[in-house]
């Protein structure tokens, strides 16, 4: 999308480093982690008291303990070659070095620094934040996998309130060993329509989180023993889909290829996920690997999961290593379930009963608008043939990468020419040296998961304009020229068309940098822009929450008030999709999608007011004054080379703009005598040296 965004701040939240989650503590002070070498059974239940803090973060600080006597925990450390590493405190440059010898946890470690412990007593009530390599990391990560002498860094933030603890019980233990371990990143957002997956919202805040995971599991064991993501990833068909080549792992698969590689979490389809072992099945094979052989050949006995009074209490429950139960608890049936459970039934038969009865009212006031709204869609519906002609032309629409990452969407516009909008490069683009930074391709066969396309090279930014004018018109495009020997489609150029006022579009792009898509949509009218930003204000209003006010819809219809010459339309293109050409309904290219006014509702989903795209016939203006002003006149030959229906209006229109700025070089133009050995460009620039004759007036005897 465009970087006109009018996005408000969430109130509360501000940027963070990271987020992990804490686990409970078990009767020794310690989580449960991989160095704990047996099962662990689930916390038994106590009712609150005014002299304990019962909150799961709470409850986790006040059974931790730096060191434990326990002989079981001791003899689940195994040791290893001794390496160090430094911790520093968020915003406080002053490293302090810890030793580590025994397989256990980062937070393990960290506990025997009397700092730290200090640190974590006066933040009794907060969340710790560990991060490595600028990812958060899960409290559990094994020591192990953290390098000789690098640093991480901590922070507590505001606790999560009624956050469920990760079940101890699922936590695998084994002897570790670094080359059994993989580590791969997630990205904390997931793509459309699972956009939301971790446990605590505030880990979004951060772009991504590392997961260890045992090479002989599969991913979702992997993910689930993470503890950080909701229910939903398991659920919901999710998958993983890799950052750069979109390339399919699913949940079934090993872990043992994803070492170092970093995944988004995407919705596959909204399918029942594939048959794989039942839930409790999964919990119970990885609480069956968690009971080990000690030295002795005798089967280690269970820790039982508790939370203590104070911070140094080591007493031990005895635990019933059959079950997760508490002692002396039993299995009962709920007093008068039965009858319960019939009334209920009956209730809702009764119920289901009378809504299928019950006789239409007329529409709302509410509801009307949405019917409308129905009928006007079924202009989105394009003939076959239009649909057969739009494929055809989607061959020229190419997904833009920045060293393999997904930058935007673009599109052969003449010659060797790409264009697309100039905030796709602009961080990467010195304008001043005309030098990009980093490796940019397009790829115009981007139009399945796992397709090989080793794209097109970028050669040079042949132009390039990002800004406004002083008379607060709003330019954002970028001219990428492609290496010589490239194998191209046709250009879209000869399918050029002025805007239309009314009617359908299809956008064609790369939304989230997935596959090609095609997005079909209807224009709003200028004098609709009010209905349509006030639908959505009403529809933010009824929210629980709100972290917009009515300002910024104001602001919405000011600013696109400032722009009179956009197209306005409603799309589900966003991220990603910047760049996308803009097809009328006679699929003539018209617009070049640029950007919306995006905010974040209630739910924390990302939602926009409205979509905008900059006219081609615009764009293409000033891509021949630029490339005049700047002697770019083998491009120019290019641009002319490429003639098409509505290229004398073109002209006309570009020669007021010209004489309008009294730009001298095209002028200049017709006495060059190298230009003047081309014919294309000779009759070019004559027609600017041209003086229109002025029109005589009618004067009345």
Known sequence: MGPKKLKPAKKGVGPMDGFLTRKPANQNGRRSEPSDLQPVAEPREELPSSSRNTSPLAQSRQGSSPTSSNPLDRQGEEPHGTHNFEWSLSGDNKATTVSCNKAGTVEDVLKRSS????????????????????????????????????????KYVKAVQNANPVNSSVQRKRKQRSGELVMFNLLTKGGKDVVNIMTNS??????????????????????????????????KNCVLSHTSSEVITEMS??????????????????????ESLPESLELDDMQNESQIIDPSGDQAPPKQSTTNGSLNENTKPETNPKCNMAPGSMLREIPNSKEMKGRLLAQFQHLVKAKKTQKQTPLSRIQRPFRVDYGKNVQTCNEVKTMKKLMDLSNSVCHVRINGRSGGSGFLLFGKCVLTNGHVIKGIYNESENQLTEKVTVHFSYESLGQVDPGATVEEVVGFEVGCDVSGHTYDWALLRLCADQELPDVLLKHFRFLPQRGGICIIGHPMGAVKKIDPCLIVPREGL????????????QGPIQFVTHQFFDGVKENIRQQPKTLLYESCFYHGSSGSPVFDEHCNVVAMHSGGYEYTNGKDEIQSVIEFGYPLSDITELIVIQMVQRGRFDVLKEYLDCDHAHQQRVMRNLKNLVEGRN?????????DSLLCNDEGLKKFFEFFSQVDEPVPMDICN
């Not at 007593?121 to 094994?142: R, T, W, Y």
């Not at 698969?253 to 594939?274: A, T």
């Open 115 to 154: 700092q730290f412990r200090d640190i974590s007593e006066k933040n009794l009530n907060k969340e710790l934040v560990i991060m490595k390599d600028g990812k958060a990391i899960s409290s559990h990560f094994p020591c192990c996998l953290i390098k000789n002498n690098e640093r991480l860094t901590v």
């Open 202 to 235: 505030t880990l979004t805040k951060i772009p991504e989180m590392t997961v260890y995971a045992y090479k002989d599991e599969n991913v979702k064991q992997a993910l689930r023993r993470d503890g950080r993501l909701l229910d939903i990833v398991f659920t």
């Open 253 to 274: 698969s090993l872990v043992d290829d994803l070492d170092g590689k970093s995944f988004k979490i995407i919705l596959l389809n909204r399918k029942n996920p594939p």
């Open 530 to 541: 009010n209905q349509v930003v006030e639908r959505h204000q009403a529809e933010y209003s």
């Open 663 to 671: 730009i001298i070089a095209f002028k200049n133009g017709v006495n």
